[in-house]
């Protein structure tokens, strides 16, 4: 009983910025890793951003110096920062998130629908 819901996708001019968040609902008792893939058109899907339960991050080479990864355990919930956006940013972005669930064992890992980011020049 756990569910993903990103929101914050869109259109968006090249030098933009935009945010992505992903609240995670459901009955949580923890959450250990959470990211953002994504997948750009007739490409494979990608991880773009990685952020651990203790805070540390990892960036696909491609996004480092722009987007910044983050997350709030009091609302769990998952964001992505993306500045100085470029057209190929352009992808569906999905949230994920392995989550450890009361009476559960071990944790599960969880996908949100994805949520839609188009940078145009």
């Known amino acids: 009983q756990v569910q993903l819901v990103e929101s914050g996708g869109g259109l968006v001019q090249a030098g933009g910025s935009l945010r992505l968040s992903c609240l995670v609902s459901?009955?949580?008792?923890?959450?250990?890793?959470m990211a953002w893939y994504r997948r750009a058109p007739g490409m494979q899907r990608e991880l773009a951003a990685r952020?651990?339960?203790?805070?540390?991050?990892h960036y696909e080479d491609s996004v480092k110096g722009r987007f910044t990864i983050s997350r709030d355990a009091a609302t769990n919930t998952l964001y992505l920062q993306m500045n100085s956006l470029k057209p190929e940013d352009t992808a569906v972005y999905y949230c994920?998130?392995?989550?450890?669930?009361?009476?559960?064992?071990?944790?599960?890992?969880?996908w949100g629908r994805g949520a839609q980011v188009t940078v145009h020049s």
């Open positions: 952020i651990e339960r203790g805070g540390s991050t």
């Open positions: 459901g009955k949580i008792s923890s959450i250990n890793t």
């Open positions: 994920y998130a392995d989550v450890l669930e009361h009476d559960q064992d071990p944790g599960t890992m969880y």
